[in-house]
């Protein structure tokens, strides 16, 4: 009898689930979302893998965005006051838009899924490449 499935654990395994895991009207530093830009929507997913004791230029995005912290942790700094946060795996992270900010990992590699919410043509971030620390 153990290794019999009902039919009511057969439906329960094939429910879907949706969990809401961010719903956010300001990035992480508070500061909120004014707007989308104008002109022809473009969504665009990144998977970004940024290796150990690694360092992102400073950079801005012109359009709302999200990471989620697929595996690893990363810290972002915001440019100016030095404001940081810290993300883990699991964590979502809504973006600041139009601020300068980085981000650099520590003793393991970061992978992130990041959603951009743009316009056709429009950059993604405005500088690009990462910079190993010594």
Request: negative net charge; glycine residues 10%; charged residues 15%.
């Amino acid at each position: 009898m153990l290794g019999i499935v009902t039919s009511a654990q057969a439906e329960d395994s094939l429910r879907v689930t949706s969990d809401i895991v961010l719903r956010a009207t300001a990035s992480w530093d508070g500061v909120r979302y004014e707007r989308y830009p104008s002109g022809q929507p473009e969504m665009t997913v990144l998977k970004i893998t940024i290796p150990p004791h690694a360092e992102l230029s400073w950079h801005q995005h012109g359009m709302p965005s999200v990471a989620y912290v697929l595996s690893g942790e990363l810290t972002v700094e915001r440019a100016g006051e030095g404001q940081v946060k810290h993300i883990v795996m699991g964590d979502v992270l809504p973006e600041v838009v139009n601020e300068s900010h980085r981000g650099y990992t520590g003793d393991q590699s970061a992978v992130l899924i990041v959603f951009c919410a743009g316009i056709l043509g429009m950059p993604l971030s405005n500088t690009t490449g990462v910079r190993t620390t010594p």
